[in-house]
């Protein structure tokens, strides 16, 4: 994956995946790294497609008693921003016989001098209806909040507060992992769960070497990078999602685990595949 996933929030818990599902000087104090910085880590990244696999990973008190499904990622970029769309899928099954299933499609658009965010998040539940949302944020300058415009379920703006987009998220954490930072805390929107700013804890440690998964990714090192994903206008010290990735130094994630609170998936990358990298003047 190129941007962090968060999956949406639904009855069986979480918040938009690939988020969604990701600073540290939080509050118009500044980045880690200057635009020019981030554009210039965000060259190196691998546009690719990627499919994983998700199965149950744990079950707090066993009240999950099964679980598959499957993320479909799709990372490229145009000379002007980052294009990536998801696919996900997933079935769970209760130990009391219930069953939910869940669909969710998420696109977006980031200019890569990270000032504009298009996104479209479509989300088909068990009773088969589709909820739409569709939408633009963009920065209104240093230091201040997002002007946030929806054309979908209906025409209306709002102001959310200072916060950067995925990608440059994704950026600054790369950024942290290579000069050796353990640590982060930035205020993410990424456009989906209730179109609200998430404050992100980062915690990073060097991967140890368990192989690739592709010959693209032999030569780049990796990661483990832990996320925690709080409410910033909630005044609790607990996180309304966890979860961790192995990521790699151009951008690709192998393996993540999601966490919900009543229970865990993991997803291993089964599918890879490189997309040319656009040819920019």
């Not at 000379?79 to 939910?100: F, I, P, Q, S």
């Not at 088909?124 to 569709?134: E, L, P, R």
């Not at 379920?153 to 353990?182: C, D, H, K, Y």
């Not at 966890?242 to 999601?258: A, H, K, R």
């Amino acid at each position: 994956m190129g941007t962090i996933p968060r999956l949406p929030k639904v009855c069986i818990g979480g918040g938009n995946w690939l988020v969604i599902p990701l600073m540290v000087l939080a509050g118009g104090m500044g980045l880690i790294t200057t635009a020019e910085a981030s554009s210039r880590l965000q060259s190196a990244f691998l546009p690719h497609k990627a499919v994983y696999d998700l199965r149950l990973h744990s079950s707090e008190q066993g009240q999950v008693s099964n679980m598959n499904g499957f993320i479909r990622y799709d990372w490229s970029g145009d000379c002007k921003g980052w294009l990536t769309k998801n696919e996900l899928e997933m079935r769970v099954g209760y130990a009391d016989g219930g069953v939910h299933e869940f669909a969710l499609g998420f696109s977006t658009w980031e200019s890569r001098d990270g000032t504009v965010l298009r996104f479209a998040v479509h989300e088909t539940g068990a009773d088969a209806v589709q909820h739409s949302v569709v939408g633009k944020a963009s920065r209104q300058g240093e230091g201040e909040g997002l002007k946030v415009e929806l054309s979908q379920p209906e025409i209306s703006q709002m102001e959310v507060g200072s916060a950067i987009f995925p990608t440059e998220f994704l950026s600054e954490i790369i950024s942290a992992a290579r000069e050796g930072q353990s640590s982060l805390f930035l205020p993410v929107f990424d456009g989906t769960g209730d179109l609200e700013v998430f404050n992100v804890s980062v915690a990073i440690v060097p991967a140890e070497d368990r192989g690739v998964r592709a010959p693209e990714l032999s030569d780049s090192r990796s990661w483990r990078v832990f996320l925690a994903y709080y409410e910033q206008l909630e005044d609790t010290p607990l996180p309304i999602q966890e979860q961790s990735l192995l990521l790699y130094e151009n951008g690709v994630v192998t393996e993540i685990l999601l966490d919900f609170g009543e229970f865990s998936v993991s997803g291993e990358m089964i599918r890879f595949e490189e997309i040319p990298t656009p040819v920019c003047e």
